[in-house]
Structures are given as C-alpha cells and as structure tokens.
C-alpha cells in the first residue's frame, strides 16, 4: 500500500468517525430469548469504503450485520437495544418502516438466492414493486454491466436465473441489490459457496462497488477481508474487540485476542 | 469358519423372503387395478355390441331406464362436469386464500386451531354432506330463490366445494410452506412488503403444489357419488341452469346398482360402459395434475 493510500484512509477515518458516517450503531445490544449475542456493539460506517466483520464461527457477525436493516425483525425471540443511525435517524424509530431501510441498505446472502424467474425480471423486480418507472431494458443493462454480467448473460435474459453458475447467480444478486441505488449493500458470507475464481471476481467487484456504496462484509477468510477492506472490525463472543484500519489490524493489533484470531490460533 | 458361513446365509434368506413378501404386496396392487380396468371394459364391450359408439358419444339423451331408449353419456357427462366445475369456483378461491393464511399470516396458536377443524372436515363421511345439502343448503337456497328446485346442481357444488376445500387448503398450504426461507428472505431485503414478498414471490413459488391441489380436488369431485346423489337428484339433461336436477355419472350408477336391474340386461351393462368413461375421466384429470407438476416445478438450489 502507498504511503498516500494509507494518508488518504486516515483522514477518510477521522473525517468519518465524526459526523459523515452513513451508517452508525450506537450501544447495540441483542438478546435471542434469554441468549445476550451482541454486547454494547458501537460501529461507524462512512461513504464508500469497505468494512470487513471478522471474528469466530456465533461471535455475532450476522446478526449484527443483519440489526442494519432489520432482517432480525423476523425472528421471534429478537430483542434490540441500542440505537443504529442511518443518516442520522434512528432505523429502529417505532416510526420507520423497516421496508424503507431495506430499501437503501441492501443484503446479499451467503447461497445465492436469485427469484426462479428470468434474469431480467430478477433485476425489475424490486423496483417496479417500489413503483419505480423508468427504462427497464435501461435499468438490466447498467447493473447487469456493473457485476460484469452483461457479456456473459446479454443473450439470455429471459432465462431462468437459476441456470447461471453459482458466481454469476451471486452476481446477479448484486446487481439485484444495485437496480434499487441502495447507498449500504450488506454481505454474509457472499463468497461461501463459490469457487476461487468466482470469489476472486467478487472481490474484484467489490473493489469496483465501493466507488459509489458502502459495503459492509462478513468473511471467514482473512485473505478476503485483507484484499477487499478499507477497515475492520473484529468480533468476539458478541462485543467488537478492536476495530480500525484493516492493515493495521492485520499487522499491528492492539488485543492479544485479535492478534492470535488473525494469525488463525482462535476460530 | 464354517459357522459364519452359514450365519450369513440365513440372513441372506430373511431378506429374500421379506423382500419378496413386499413385491408381492406391493404388485398384488397393480394386479387389483388390471383386474378392475379388464373387468370394466370387458364387461362394457357387451354394451357397445349393442348400442353404437356413436349413440353413445353422440347422443344428447340418457334414458336407459324409459322407453324409448336413449344412452347417450353426453349428459351425464356434463352434470359431472358441471357440479364438480361449479364447486371448484368456490373451494379454489377459499381454498388457496385459507391456505395462505394458515401458512402466512395465522399465528402459530390459530394454525394449532385450524388444522384440525380442516382435517376433521376432510374425515366426514360423503352422505352426511349429502344429508346436509338436502336438509340445510337446499332450503337456504329455496328460501333465498323459490325457483330453485329441491334436488338442483347448486346445492351439489356447494356441498361438492365444502367437501374438497380442506384438500385444496392443505396441500396448497404445504405448497406454500416449502418455499425456501431464502426465497422470501430475498424479497425482505429488496425492501418488499409482506404482501408483496407473498402475492409475487412465494404463491408464484407455490403454484405447481397449488394447482395440482385443485386438479385433485376437481378429480375427486368427479368421483364423489353419495353427496351428490342425495343433493342433485337423478335427472340426466343438458341444463343450463344449476337450480334444477341433473344426474351425474356416479349417481347414475348408484341408482341403477340400487334398484333391481337383472344381471345382463342393457340397463346392467350401461353401468360397466359409464364406469369406462369415468375412469378415463380420471386418468386423464390425474394425467394432467402430473404434467402440470412438471412443467410448473421449480428448482430451487
Ligand atoms: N434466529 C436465531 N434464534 C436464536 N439464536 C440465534 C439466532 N440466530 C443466531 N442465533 C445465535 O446468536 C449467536 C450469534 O449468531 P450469528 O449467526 O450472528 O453468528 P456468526 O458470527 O454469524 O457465526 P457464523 O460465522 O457461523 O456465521 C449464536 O450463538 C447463534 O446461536
Ligand atoms: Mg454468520
């Protein structure tokens, strides 16, 4: 990494450690049940760089990941205290939609999960139920070319997306996510089920998608969170126990914990 | 050595013996089914040597018991059609919109609830809907619209509809709830609404399980005899009107089995020719539910 690289992400960190965070979690804590799973979490995500969630197999990763747009609202037992900050207001306001937030912070899971339908109808999909109008062909075509999908796909867009590959299922999940202009795309996982070259292309992309979204990305693999993160955040039995510059989490970690977890003795 | 040769052996001839104990269950199945399709058309092949194929598919009459005579199943055919029909366009609507709240919306208390109710509905024995259709729904339906008559096609579909819902309520419920979580979940995070998630993901998802549901229920209409019997009376014309009687095929062959036709007369022979027409009724509505199956049938990864 260039010196200027590395000058340039300090003042992008104090800049938005500040007040230009997109997305803030302050004090989260999350119960399952009796189950407490996520301790005083408090992140701050700024415009256009990529976060990177590390940490042991039930630390947490997920459901934090998944408190930014309320997909734990689905479970039960779920029990939210704390506040996010998405702009500035409060995502779990009894007055906000969680639908709104889904809206702009979007998620990419760890299987693919395209609809059984056809490529471009995958696309079309979420914005022509959000009542979006505008030019579909227009719309396949930009967030086709944006995961680099479109010269594989543009013969075939009326083919059921579950006849792509594993990869470009996974990508067309991206691009799915990119047609609603979300300005956070979440990611459990998206490279779990892929093979190295698909993975590398993900990655790729991401590198590409952080031009415009911020991206916040659970990984198992450290060689990922290394190659793909501006920052990182790792986790451990439910709290953050040290989050920063990914390079000098990898390299020069504060906590005797991150240390050992990074060199692969915890996990 | 020698002991465990002969060990082995044994157990080898337990699983010869159970294994031929099931083929022969399992294939003396088949072996009913040959023996009726052979009975029926062997017997009705009586029929057609006397009356034409083309009295029969053509004519417009079925009066096999009054002179002159008349077999054409045309009629008989439709009254089928038209009660079994006529209770698919009430039990497919309720059926799938009960199904999609007990699969989508029902707390997991009132699904404890209404399952059940569904199941025990589907164990009632078919003459005592008939029982009720003649001593309830008739006279509703004559008091709502006197013209209507007591035996009538309307009361037979709705009792038809009461008795097939739960069918078309709990297989299409299961349709439903073997969408993947991830399907939906796929929804949820595009921003989607429940309703939205449900009406454009997860029915279109279900709709081979859905329609094969209703396919079934329509060939289990077709089949039904003692509610339609009792409801719709034994008037075999070509009706437009579901206020008065028509006969369908099974309450024909129950009238005629009934009463005292002696052995080889036409009128005996007539029930083997309309049992023909049935089955492939049938065969031909279950035939369908299977291709439908296919070419609806999601793969999910
Ligand atoms: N729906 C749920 N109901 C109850 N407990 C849950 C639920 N989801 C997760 N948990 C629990 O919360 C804890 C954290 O789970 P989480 O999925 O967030 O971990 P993770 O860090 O993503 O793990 P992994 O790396 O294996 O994906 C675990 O102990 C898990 O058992
Ligand atoms: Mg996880």
């Given at each position: 990494m260039l010196i200027s690289d590395v000058e340039q992400l300090n003042e992008k960190m104090s800049y938005g450690l500040t007040n230009h965070s997109v997305l803030q979690a302050d004090q989260v804590s999350v119960h399952y049940g009796d189950n407490q799973v996520l301790k005083d979490v408090s992140i701050s995500l700024r415009e256009r760089s990529v976060y990177a969630l590390i940490g042991p197999?039930?630390?947490g990763k997920s459901t934090l990941l998944r408190c930014f747009n309320r997909m734990n609202d689905f479970v039960e037992t779920f029990r939210f205290d704390g506040k996010i900050s998405f702009f500035g207001h409060n995502i779990y306001d009894p007055d906000i939609d969680p639908e709104v937030i889904r809206k702009s912070i979007g998620m990419v899971f760890q299987k693919p999960n395209p609809f059984p339908a056809s490529i471009y109808k995958n696309i079309m999909w979420a914005p022509k139920i959000n009542g979006m109008d505008q030019d579909w062909d227009e719309l396949v075509e930009t967030s086709l070319k944006q995961v680099g999908l479109w010269d594989e796909v543009s013969d075939r867009l009326n083919r059921s997306g579950l006849e792509l590959s594993g990869g470009q299922q996974q990508r067309l999940c991206i691009a799915r996510t990119i047609a609603m202009n979300p300005k956070v795309i979440l990611m459990d996982e998206p490279c779990a089920s892929l093979d190295p070259i698909s993975t590398a292309k993900i990655e790729e992309l991401i590198e590409q998608l952080k031009e415009k979204y911020t991206i916040l990305i659970v990984t198992h693999s450290m060689q990922q969170a290394r190659r793909t993160s501006d920052f990182s955040a790792f986790m451990y039995q439910g709290e953050i126990i040290e989050h920063g510059i990914t390079k000098d989490i990898f390299e020069?970690?504060?906590?005797r914990l991150t240390q050992e977890y990074v060199n692969g003795k915890i996990g | 050595m020698k002991q465990k040769f002969t060990k082995k052996n044994k157990v080898k001839i337990d699983e010869t013996v159970l294994t031929t104990l099931l083929k022969t269950f399992a294939y003396s199945t088949i072996g009913i089914t040959v023996g009726i399709v052979v009975i029926l058309f062997s017997e009705s092949s009586h029929f057609f040597a006397e009356i034409s194929l083309s009295e029969f598919l053509?004519?417009?009459?079925?009066?096999?018991?009054?002179?002159?005579?008349h077999f054409g199943v045309i009629p008989l055919v439709y009254g089928t059609v038209l009660v079994a029909g006529g209770a698919l366009v009430i039990a497919v609507p309720l059926g799938v919109l009960i199904a999609v709240y007990l699969s989508e919306y029902a707390s997991v208390r009132s699904r404890k609830i209404f399952k059940p109710i569904l199941e025990l509905l589907a164990g009632i024995p078919s003459v005592v809907f008939g029982f009720f259709a003649i001593t309830t729904i008739t006279p509703i339906l004559r008091y709502l619209d006197?013209?209507?008559?007591?035996?009538n096609a309307l009361s037979a579909a709705i009792v038809l509809a009461v008795m097939v819902l739960p069918l078309i309520a709990s297989i299409s419920d299961d349709a439903i709830r073997a969408v993947p979580k991830s399907m939906r979940d796929s929804g949820y995070a595009l921003g989607a609404t429940k309703s939205e998630v449900v009406l454009s993901i997860v029915i279109p998802a279900a709709l081979s399980g859905i329609i094969s549901s209703c396919i079934l229920a329509f060939s289990r209409a077709i089949g039904e005899t003692m509610a339609v019997t009792l409801a719709a009376g034994a008037t075999p014309q070509l009706t437009l009107s579901m206020k008065e009687s028509i006969q369908t095929i099974t309450a024909y062959i129950v009238q005629v089995s009934m009463g005292?036709?002696?052995?080889?007369?036409i009128e005996y022979q007539s029930l083997f020719a309309v049992g023909v027409v049935l089955f492939l009724i049938i065969v031909a509505v279950n035939m369908s539910a299977q291709l439908v199956v296919k070419r609806f049938q999601r793969k999910y990864v």
């Open positions: 197999s039930g630390c020069s970690p504060r906590e | 053509g004519s417009t009459k079925w009066t096999p018991l009054l002179e002159p005579r006197p013209e209507i008559q007591i035996f005292d036709t002696p052995h080889g007369t």
